[in-house]
Each structure stands twice: as structure tokens, then as C-alpha cells.
């Protein structure tokens, strides 16, 4: 039986919090055309909702082994056609790195493809001590333009460069200490972290939260020499 739409990606709103949920876990949660929209979308709820974090899980034993192939316009499936399969991905991801609040991933089994870029993307990735992540697209046949291009100031360009021409898989310990994801959990209590985490954002000022990540965002496309004399508005 075929699942409906919304129920692919399950969303709800939770006072602050806006909670993504892959569900599809028959296909060890492989993003599809349709959840890539759907994963746009809810940013979009969440910043109407005016809500503080986003927080991203997944049912099942993996995050998401990537894109749905079998929609992939390059791979000869005529669902999407290559702009638009170009547009969602660009779109979902756009969508995410935009968010003024703060993005949190709940990383668990294997993050590959989309699901490694994803959680490079989010502001906060916590991952269990046995998760593995990849960027396998290369050896799959293509490269992945949009997320070398999202991925540039996370991780830099050496490291970047040998992840995504390998398309090796590394153990969560590696993950974490590349900058991939920021903390480590042990799997059994992945959750509780999690959950300890988002109440930590949300118990912030949600002003203050908003302006020290926009702030910390214009550091980043600066140079050495600019970043120390620069202050922003005097808004805080």
C-alpha cells in the first residue's frame, strides 16, 4: 500500500517547536519529490508560525539513505523533470539554511546523500554514537552541485572535496569530529538528547536567538581582517 502524501513527512506544530518527521521507513527513508516539497513547506509553517526551531527526525532504523532515485530525471524517470528536481532540492535545502531560528537534526542509523547534507545544513546535528554518514552521490553517478555549494563554509573545501570524490561513509566519532554533527549521543537515548536540547533553544529569548545566528551568518562570507572590526545593527 502506497502512503499517502502527508503522510511521508509528518508535520506538527508544538507551541515553539516544528517537528519534521521522515516516515518512510519501508525505504530507509529515501526523500522523494514530494518530501522535498514538503520539507520546503514546513519552513515555511514554521517561520508563519513564527516558531523558534525546527527539529528534524526520522521513523525507523535510518535518517534518510538520500534522494529517491527512482524519481531522478537523470536515472530516466519521467515523474520530475530535471528543473524541477533541480528546484525542490534547491528549495528544501534553500529553505533550511534561511530559517531564522535554530534547526536541530535527530540522526540515527545512516545519513546518506540528502540525509548527510541535511545534517551539515542544520544548525544543531546530534547524531548516535553508531550512526554513519556519507555523501555517496559521485559514486552513484553525479555530482552534487547544490550541496557542495551549501556545504563550502561548514566543512571547507579539502574536506569536502575528499568526502564527496570518495563517497566513503564515516563512523559517527569521525562525523563529529569533522564538523559534520555537533554532538554525540548514545543511541538508546538519542531521543531524550534531543529533547534536552530543543528546550534549552526554546527556553532562550527567541529575539536574542534569532540575531546571535543572523549575526554569526554575516561572519562567516566575511574575511579575517573584516570580522573583528564588524558589529551589525546596534539592535541588541
Not at 572535496?161 to 570518495?166: N, R, S
Request: charged share 25%; hydrophobic share 45%.
Amino acid at each position: 500500500m502506497t502512503k499517502a502524501a502527508e503522510d511521508l513527512l509528518l508535520v506538527h506544530h508544538d507551541g515553539p517547536v516544528m517537528n519534521v518527521t521522515f516516515n518512510r521507513p519501508d525505504h530507509r527513508n529515501a526523500v522523494n519529490g514530494v518530501m522535498m516539497r514538503g520539507i520546503a513547506d514546513a519552513v515555511r509553517q514554521a517561520t508563519a508560525h513564527d516558531c523558534v526551531v525546527i527539529r528534524f527526525a526520522a521513523s525507523g532504523e535510518d535518517f534518510s539513505l538520500g534522494r529517491d532515485h527512482a524519481e531522478s530525471p537523470r536515472l530516466g524517470s519521467t515523474i520530475w523533470t530535471k528543473d524541477e528536481w533541480r528546484a525542490m532540492t534547491g528549495d528544501a535545502f534553500g529553505s533550511v539554511a534561511g530559517f531564522g531560528g535554530v534547526t536541530v537534526a535527530e540522526v540515527r542509523g545512516r545519513a546518506y546523500g540528502f540525509g548527510a547534507a541535511l545534517t551539515t545544513t542544520v544548525d544543531v546535528a546530534i547524531a548516535a554514537d553508531d550512526a554513519r554518514l556519507a555523501f555517496d552521490e559521485v559514486p552513484m553517478g553525479f555530482a552534487p552541485r547544490r550541496v557542495m555549494s551549501l556545504l563550502f563554509n561548514r566543512l571547507g573545501e579539502r574536506r569536502i572535496k575528499e568526502l564527496v570524490l570518495t563517497g566513503r561513509s564515516v563512523s559517527a566519532e569521525e562525523a563529529h569530529a569533522i564538523g559534520i554533527v555537533t554532538e554525540l549521543a548514545p543511541a538508546a537515548s538519542l531521543t531524550a538528547v534531543v529533547d534536552r536540547r530543543v528546550a534549552d533553544l526554546v527556553s532562550h529569548d527567541p529575539k536574542i536567538l534569532r540575531h546571535a545566528k543572523w549575526y554569526l551568518g554575516e561572519l562567516t562570507n566575511m574575511t579575517s581582517v573584516e570580522r573583528p572590526a564588524y558589529e551589525g545593527p546596534s539592535t541588541f
